[in-house]
């Protein structure tokens, strides 16, 4: 059972959520709140394993909460995993929540389904990101990797320590400048793409997670079914050795798979 505390102003979206997943029978609802400073107290008494947050709370929203808990729970063993829930799927509140500490974010109108999966790998240890919202966390990856690739600085003959950038220089360096090597994609991720690279129907697939589709449009886009489409997800991810969609999507562009 995945301990689980729910923070959602609205009483009725509250119960409701509770007694969906409460029958789902792998999730066991240890506190709820309806405020912020409700939420907090919640969250410091019971250590759940997964808090459903939601941003718009009355009283102290819900980023302003999960900075205040990740600021005085920094040095603890356990880590509670975070999943916003909300209707908010503005750029602003995606990428303050994610600064803030939450570990996923999930629209409000997801299903069931979609909910306990996200819960599920949220627990795991994985980021889960609504299709809905993917698309601003891949533009943020994209600046990142923009703002690093334009500052390269040179280590210090004098110094043992290295910036990620420099680092990277050397590992580059070290590679000889291989053609055949893939930006962004590390040697041994780059010979298993090369032994078992993606199928035609892979990369068309893979390009329709990067736009932000979901597995039933990427079906009506490409004239399949779900389950099609979902062995073909597996696939993917198991050859660009990731996690889950959005881990994808990310290797996709930084790797240069899809533009």
Not at 179 to 198: A, K
Request: net charge negative.
């Amino acid at each position: 059972m995945i301990r689980t505390v729910l923070i959602e102003d609205h009483e009725l979206t509250r119960v409701g959520i509770r007694a969906a997943l409460e029958q789902t029978g792998v999730i066991d609802i240890v506190g709820e709140a309806a405020t912020g400073q409700e939420g907090l107290a919640v969250l410091q008494d019971t250590q759940p394993d997964v808090a459903i947050l939601d941003i718009g709370l009355p009283d102290l929203d819900g980023i302003e909460l999960l900075q205040r808990f990740r600021q005085s729970h920094e040095d603890s063993k356990h880590q509670v995993k975070v999943l916003i829930l909300t209707m908010h799927d503005n750029e602003d509140a995606v990428l303050a929540a994610f600064a803030a500490g939450a570990d996923s974010y999930s629209m409000k109108d997801a299903s069931l389904e979609r909910l306990l999966e996200a819960i599920q790998l949220t627990h795991e240890g994985n980021t889960w990101i609504d299709p809905n919202i993917a698309q601003i966390v891949l533009r943020q990856a994209r600046k990142s990797q923009s703002a690093a690739a334009s500052v390269q600085p040179l280590p210090s003959a004098t110094s043992n320590s290295l910036t990620p950038t420099a680092i990277d220089d050397v590992e580059s360096a070290e590679r000889c400048d291989d053609s055949r090597n893939i930006d962004g994609v590390d040697s041994e991720v780059q010979q298993l793409m090369e032994s078992d690279p993606l199928t035609k129907r892979e990369l068309e697939i893979l390009e329709l997670i990067v736009g932000g589709c979901n597995n039933a449009q990427i079906a009506e886009k490409l004239y399949i079914t779900v389950g099609t489409v979902k062995t073909h997800v597996r696939s993917i991810l198991n050859k660009l050795c990731v996690d889950d969609r959005t881990q994808a999507a990310v290797r996709a562009l930084r790797s240069g798979l899809v533009n």
